[in-house]
């Protein structure tokens, strides 16, 4: 499991927009958002540059959270 921060998620919007992104990414398993936390917890076996690289273009830059 691996947690991204995204400071730019705010509402419900956002929210589905980030599951949607997610969901295109081949080796994505479990997505769990927090959005009062802006942080998202996902099961995968792709690569953190992948998740990344699929949040930036749907519009949320993201952080791996440490």
Do not use: N
């Not at 076996?45 to 690289?53: I, K, N, W």
């Amino acid at each position: 499991m691996t947690t991204y921060s995204i400071p730019d998620m705010s509402c419900g919007h956002c929210k589905a927009t980030v599951e949607a992104a997610l969901a295109a990414v081949p080796g994505i398993g479990a997505v769990q958002v927090d959005l009062s936390a802006r942080r998202v917890d996902v099961a995968d076996s792709a690569a953190p540059a992948e998740v990344l690289a699929a949040l930036a273009a749907a519009g949320y830059p993201a952080q791996v959270a440490g």
